[in-house]
């Protein structure tokens, strides 16, 4: 597996890395155990060295299983987590929370469910318009000074925000949706990256399973499949963009290759500091994502896609509105 550096850090990961949230969080019931850390385990057998979790997915659960799955190889892998949220003793999430004295507490429950004693990568989930992002960087800052944290992130924020944090706490990685159907940081946040020296990961770098060519109209999604209430994943949003999804079949076919590998081709190619982390349950569905790091897109294939793209139109939010509110700010 080839590898890529997150920006002008010193943080060396992985091509492609691999996003274990859908293990048990937010596509359907959980995965079992067993298989969960079958399949992240055969991620590092496969050269996989970068993994992205979150103490809200389940919540808990899914930094639970990767640190269950990773500890024989923790020397060797990158792991990347977040804070963000507050959860009541149920589990359930009171609303956004970064005060410093949450991320610290935030931090020591995490390093405990991860099994380590350095998380590598901390980012916050989202942006809490009720702290000053000073106060965020700050307090990662001390964890940095303090050995429990390696490097700072982002998800999800704005420009402006970006800027202020790496003021305080240089950024070592922003998380944000991107992929040929959410191209949002394209216009402010990848320069802005480039000019800081900050890497990106991004998120559903598939389309949430759509870029795969493997959901149309008849679909089906459970009730615990977050999918289900997104505006794109309605019956009438994924007819119109299915003009997306041949786009890709054709130019896989001529490459001899998969709608999914050239979907993840296509981010590879924009910057060598961009490093996809696309997700699955099935290990011939790992072998697929990672085997776009070895298809090459030409400059003319860049244009061709770059062409037909212009002339479609994604119809529907990439998620719903309430959830959208979080981001960006």
Not at 284 to 290: F, K, M, P, S, T
Request: charged share 25%; aromatic share 8%.
């Amino acid at each position: 597996m080839q590898k890529r550096k997150l920006g002008t850090s010193n943080l060396e990961v992985s091509a492609i890395g691999y996003g274990c949230m859908g293990l048990d969080y937010a596509y359907g019931p959980a995965t079992d155990r067993q298989e969960g850390i079958k399949i992240i385990r055969g991620a590092v057998e496969r050269g996989v060295t970068f993994f992205d979790t979150a103490e809200s997915y389940g919540p808990f659960t899914n930094e639970e299983l990767v640190g269950e799955a990773l500890a024989p190889f923790r020397e060797h892998v990158v792991i990347a987590t977040k804070f963000g949220f507050g959860f009541n003793p149920d589990g359930t999430r009171y609303g956004l929370d970064s005060r410093p004295e949450h991320i610290k507490q935030v931090a020591e429950a995490s390093l405990k469910r991860l099994k380590v004693e350095t998380i590598d990568l901390l980012y916050q989930h989202r942006v809490d318009p009720n702290v000053p992002i000073e106060d965020v960087a700050g307090a990662v800052k001390d964890l940095i000074r303090e050995g429990k944290v390696k490097y700072f992130g982002l998800s999800e924020a704005g420009a402006n925000t970006i800027r202020r944090a790496h003021a305080i706490q240089p950024v070592a990685a922003i998380q944000s949706e991107y992929s040929l159907w959410t191209r949002d940081p394209e216009p402010e946040i990848l320069p802005l990256c480039e000019e800081l020296g900050i890497g990106f990961a991004p998120w559903a770098p598939l389309g949430q399973g759509f870029l795969t060519g493997k959901i149309n109209t008849t679909t089906t999604f459970d009730s615990s499949d977050s999918r289900s209430m997104f505006p794109r994943f309605t019956p009438e949003a994924i007819k119109a963009n299915q003009a997306l999804v041949d786009l890709l079949g054709q130019i896989a076919a001529r490459k001899q290759a998969t709608p999914a590998q050239i979907a993840l081709a296509w981010l590879l190619a924009q910057k060598p500091w961009i490093v996809p982390i696309p997700g699955t349950r099935k290990l011939a569905r790992l072998d697929e994502n990672l085997g776009a790091a070895d298809v090459e897109l030409t400059r003319d294939d860049l244009h061709e896609i770059e062409r037909a793209t212009s002339q479609i139109t994604v119809q529907g939010d990439r998620l719903p509105q309430e959830i959208l509110k979080l981001s960006g700010r």
